[in-house]
């Protein structure tokens, strides 16, 4: 087998589908009537020996869609002031347009069909995310309209912990309060945890392939019972 011919497909890795990393600030826990007021995604690359790990976060604020409730208390939990002058908030459209773009390019660069959204809790984040796209009327989202990683579930897997900055530091990362309930900064963080959950499945997968006394059984389902025979 040739070196080329040998190196893992990011396009067959997740079935076609490209995970990108997608975290939404808000005025509240609905989807349909509260504002969306800041959205960041980070792109997750795979280099030529399966390794993935994130690309650099691209964000913006938003400005609230006209007739959009804002609860005071998520502003008190994000920080955010929709009224700040210098938030530089794009609407609605123009902040997928940002976006969106660099999702595409990556989707055109590893021929992946669409793009999978991974979050913490991450149907939260797809619906507010599914809401503005159908507000609007935006045509071809590059995204899967229902299908989604959560690293809610992929942290209580690996590590036992499905709140994200336990899960967060479970995994060996740095996490600083401080910074939290910024889209940008728990984009990044819920990208390096799903980074480090996919790529240790990797090596623990590749450490049990090459076991040449494991069986078919031991290697296709590591750590499974096998019967007892003597029974």
């Keep these: 087998m040739s070196e080329s011919a040998a190196k893992p497909k990011y396009n067959q890795r997740f079935r076609g ?3 990108v990393v997608v975290d939404v600030e808000t005025g509240g826990f609905d989807h349909v009537g509260d504002a969306l007021l800041e959205i ?19 964000s913006t604020h938003v400005v609230p869609f006209p007739g959009s409730h804002i609860d005071p208390r998520s502003l008190e939990i994000t920080g955010i002031d929709p009224d700040h002058p210098f938030r530089f908030a794009l609407d609605e459209r123009e902040a997928l347009d940002l976006i969106f773009t660099p999702v595409r390019k ?3 660069e590893f021929d992946c069909q669409r793009a999978i959204l991974v979050g913490h809790n991450a ?3 797809l619906n507010f995310l599914n809401a503005a796209i159908r507000r609007t009327g935006y045509k071809r989202s590059p995204f899967h309209q229902f299908s989604c990683f ?27 309060n401080d910074e939290a309930h910024s889209a940008v900064y728990d984009t990044e963080r819920t990208a390096e945890l799903f980074c480090r959950i996919v790529n240790r499945w990797k090596q623990m997968d ?22 007892d025979k003597a029974a």
Excluded at 52 to 58: G, I, K, L, M, Q
Excluded at 153 to 160: E, F, K
Excluded at 208 to 227: F, L, N, T
Aim: hydrophobic share 45%; charged share 20%.
């Design 40 to 58: 960041a995604v980070v792109v997750v690359r795979m280099d030529e020996h399966g390794i993935v790990h994130p690309d650099p976060a691209v």
């Design 150 to 176: 959560d690293t809610a579930t992929l942290g209580g897997l690996a590590y036992g912990q499905t709140v994200l900055s336990k899960a967060v530091m479970a995994a060996g990362i740095d996490w600083n």
């Design 17 to 19: 589908f490209l995970p």
């Design 106 to 108: 990556a989707l055109r």
């Design 123 to 125: 149907a939260f984040d």
């Design 206 to 227: 590749d450490f049990m392939r090459a076991q040449p006394s494991a069986s078919h059984a031991e290697r296709d389902h590591p750590g499974h019972d096998q019967p």
